[in-house]
Nanobody, 125 residues
């Protein structure tokens, strides 16, 4: 059974940085794509970034390109989301997800099979 646990959320001021972590367990993820999504109050869950577990390819939403970086540490079975230059529009619950290899370019949440419980990120102006 796949288990994803996010951590690293918090409250910070605009312009700050935060790194989210997603600890993955339960299977071998070498053939998986790992993604980050976020959901703000009253809005639909939206794609943020994705990476193939092999680390050779990444994909980002236009809204975070140049500010966020997704990476993974195979030895620790952990995926990271480094978030810089945060603004109030980035306020949301951030979710880690795992999906099939071909999910890298999928921005729909239903293309991912496994989800963490989410971690809150709040950016004040």
């Amino acid at each position: 059974q796949v288990h994803l646990v996010e951590s690293g959320g918090g409250l910070l001021q605009a312009g700050g940085s935060l790194r989210l972590s997603c600890a993955a367990s339960g299977r071998t993820f070498i053939t998986y794509t790992m993604g980050w999504f976020r959901q703000a109050p009253g809005k639909e869950r939206e794609f943020v970034a994705a990476i193939r577990w092999s680390g050779d390819s990444t994909n980002y939403a236009d809204s975070v390109k140049g500010r966020f970086t997704i990476s993974r540490d195979s030895a620790k079975n952990t995926v990271y989301l480094q978030m810089n230059s945060l603004n109030p529009g980035d306020t949301a619950v951030y979710y880690c997800a795992a999906g099939p290899y071909g999910s890298l370019w999928a921005t729909q949440s239903n293309k991912f099979d496994y989800w963490g419980q989410g971690t809150q990120v709040t950016v004040s102006s």
